[in-house]
């Protein structure tokens, strides 16, 4: 039977750690990113530990004689990453003390805007007492990765964790499949929105949704949050040589669409586009088409200037483009919308080829 244990980890000094850090996986797989956090909030973290304020706890997963001399690392954060790069990164001199900190052991002293170094040769007192602030870290032991996600999800429910970041932390085949589509050279190169939040695993979760939904059922469904839970659930286990299957179908696609998009490309700076444009690229495979990004380009102008134009002439503006923008801006993970989109897409594509 799976076990999991938690207890505290002694002597756990910010200098220590700071000088294991070598040792520690700051991004297990169901860890979300980092660098959301603002310099603000990056200060008041440092600001609170030099003050003697509690901070909340850190879960550090703790590996086996046997997973440390496979990973050669001794553990991985569970929760507190954030925390734990902001005082990294204050002791490697990214930022400074805020401009208004106060110190209230002594308020004589002027520590406001100085950086660590600065501590280290000004007030070395003070600097000794930052390194030796002992880091609330509970270790967790246990025998199956599972349990380390579902903790994970679960010390996060205080936390406003989006949807892609909640289904990250549910492990399993699918969800690593969506890791894997998400690194492809599409999302890194050419998508120009970033992965902060996991953006782009939402992304390639829709493109494996499609897959599944034309396997099981020959149809497109709604790539909505509750679709894409019971996917990854569903095909947690047991279905890797068909999810394989998906993923060469899907790279297929990609490396077409990344060849035909730009670095960063505009194009493709909201969601919304992206499925569209996948199916898109599926469809002019099966009809023997080439997809131009000039066209495309050509397309969002036209879609522009009619809007426009509409603004001053309704009734002579073109009823399917109108209808294109505005299922652009609400509802895309509608079926319906999708379909109706990518028809009009397409149909211009037709026309104007």
């Known amino acids: 039977m ?73 553990y991985a954060i569970i929760d507190g990453k954030q925390r734990i790069e ?9 930022f400074c003390l805020s401009n208004d900190f106060e110190y209230q052991d002594n308020p004589n002293l002027n520590l406001a805007g100085l950086s660590y170094d600065d501590l280290a040769k000004e007030y070395p007192k003070v600097r000794i007492k930052f390194d030796s602030f002992v880091l609330p870290i509970i270790g967790v032991q246990t025998d199956d990765l599972d349990l380390i996600e579902d903790m994970f999800s ?7 964790l989006n949807s892609a970041e909640k289904r990250n932390a549910f492990g399993g085949d699918m969800v690593n499949q969506i890791r894997q589509i998400s690194k492809h050279s599409f999302f890194s190169n050419n998508v120009k929105f970033p992965n902060n939040r996991y953006q782009h695993y939402e992304s390639a979760a829709k493109l494996l949704l499609i897959e599944v939904a034309s396997h099981e059922n020959n149809k497109l ?50 969601q919304g586009a992206i499925v569209v444009y996948y199916l898109l690229f599926k469809w002019a495979e099966e009809n023997k088409l080439d997809i131009k990004r000039s066209k495309l380009l050509e397309f969002n102008d036209t879609v522009k200037v009619n809007r426009e134009n509409a603004e001053i002439d309704y009734a002579n503006a073109d009823y399917d483009l109108l209808e294109f923008d ?16 990518l028809r009009i897409l397409s149909e211009y594509i037709i026309t104007h080829n």
């Open 154 to 160: 679960r010390l996060n429910e205080a936390v406003p």
């Open 2 to 74: 799976s076990y999991i244990e938690t207890y505290p980890i002694q002597h756990a000094t910010i200098i220590r750690i700071y000088s294991d850090k070598e040792e520690i996986i700051v991004d297990p797989e169901y860890q979300r990113n980092g660098g959301v956090w603002t310099p603000e909030k990056k200060q008041l973290l440092i600001d609170s530990i030099l003050n003697n304020y509690d901070i909340p706890k850190i879960y550090f997963h703790q590996f086996s004689r046997e997973e440390r001399q496979d990973k050669q690392k001794t």
């Open 326 to 341: 505005r299922l652009s801006q609400h509802g895309t993970n509608d079926v319906s919308n999708i379909k109706e989109r």
């Open 86 to 94: 902001t005082i990294w990164a204050f002791i490697d001199g990214k």
């Open 221 to 270: 469904i709604d790539t909505k949050k509750v679709y894409l839970d019971h996917m990854a659930k569903q095909y947690k286990s047991g279905f890797g040589e068909l999810i394989n299957q998906f993923e060469r179908t899907i790279t297929r696609s990609l490396t077409k669409m990344s060849n035909c998009f730009s670095e960063k490309d505009v194009l493709l700076k909201a």
